[in-house]
């Protein structure tokens, strides 16, 4: 499986950011080796489609209802005839700030496959749950209800502990595939791939990746700058190759 790279800008970015989109799109078209989605604001896909046809493009949200009377929401028919391909589901800030539950993001889920869309499906444990040793409880029970009963079929799930993102904090490596592990551990059938989300670098996700157990990064801040982006696609494909030679998980005693 291509491990994948997602970066998520959040709110922000306009029209004066499709440079840096074109070269983000650039760099995936020259390292082919990982699987790049960028998610910019839903007023850039179109336009990011436009300028990059070939680069993965995701949005950051959309709404349970296939359509409706909802104000100043977009549903997953829209996001994807905007361009996108995948949109971003169950993200702490949007669990946090707008109080949504796995039961919403459940029929978000269900929505967003029916209008075609591919599902990154992120959850992960407060600081509080953390320090509590209930992480994997936590995530585990997160995943099943927001799940609702779904498959792994054109899914992938971000582990992305609330107390890490955008804090510089990351967990121990260990911890990180030991979480990995047990999220795949609750698909019955063909698990998706897993990626791991908060405050990464290209320096920490070297490291990252290259203890095993990860498929990828979902990455904030460091997608709104093509070169901390690129190094972060380039530090995987690098640690890929130690990946290789380590092949139970790349664990080295060195
Ligand atoms: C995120 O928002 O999903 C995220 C991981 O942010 P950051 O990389 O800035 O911590």
């Not at 047990?182 to 670098?201: C, N």
């Amino acid at each position: 499986m291509r491990p994948m790279l997602v970066g998520n800008w959040k709110m922000n970015g306009d029209g004066t950011c499709l440079p840096l989109i074109a070269a983000i799109a650039d760099a995936a078209a020259r390292y082919p080796g990982v699987e790049v989605t960028l998610c910019p604001p839903a007023t850039l896909l179109d336009r990011a489609r436009s300028i990059a046809p070939a680069l993965g493009l995701g949005a950051q949200d959309c709404h349970a209802e296939r359509d409706g009377a909802h104000t100043g929401d977009l549903s997953a028919a829209m996001l994807r005839e905007a361009g996108a391909d995948l949109v971003l589901l169950g993200h702490s800030e949007r669990r946090h700030d707008h109080g949504e539950d796995d039961a919403l993001i459940a029929a978000k889920l269900r929505t967003a496959r029916a209008a075609g869309l591919r599902v990154l499906l992120c959850v992960g444990e407060t600081a509080a749950d953390h320090a509590a040793g209930r992480s994997v409880a936590v995530v585990r029970e997160q995943l099943t209800r927001s799940l609702g009963g779904a498959d792994g079929e054109g899914l992938a799930i971000a582990y992305e502990p609330v107390w890490a993102i955008g804090s510089d904090r990351v967990p121990e490596g260990a911890e990180v595939a030991a979480i990995a592990d047990a999220i795949r551990d609750s698909f019955p059938g063909e698990a998706p791939r897993v990626l791991y989300g908060g405050s990464v670098t290209a320096e920490n996700g070297a490291a990252l990746f290259a203890q095993g157990g990860i498929d990828g990064f979902l990455v904030g801040r460091q997608s709104l700058d093509a070169d901390a982006f690129t190094a972060i696609l380039k530090a995987m494909l690098q640690a890929s190759t130690v990946r290789h030679r380590h092949p139970e998980g790349g664990h080295c005693d060195r």
